[in-house]
């Protein structure tokens, strides 16, 4: 059985860092990032891009869900909607697969150190 493990939270909460540890614990695993499907300039979010991510992302997670080289796959993303997390689970071929949904959450305070920190180590702007 396969395990599809998903990390959700804010920007900044440490969704990637959580993962990339994952992928050291875990054994045959492979790692997909939400975040590097919008990754476009210019940064455009309408239904058209929003459709296109999506199916972006629901594709690469059948295909490795589908491969009988990985045991878990590890995928984080912000969800910041239960209706987008209904939509990505609807898509995806599940038979014979745990789902498992974390969250990450952080107070206020914290958050914008993080946030801070990427843009002086410059992994954010600083719009952000």
Known sequence: MKNLIIVNGTMGAGKTSVCRELQELLPKNVFLDGDWCWSMKPFVVNEETKSLVMSNITFTLNGFLHCGEFEN????WVLHERSIIDELLSRLDLADC???????????????????????RGLREPDV
């Open 73 to 76: 796959i590890i995928f984080c």
């Open 98 to 120: 745990r789902v498992r949904i974390f969250t990450l959450t952080l107070n206020e305070e914290a958050l914008k150190a993080r946030l801070q920190a990427d843009v002086e």
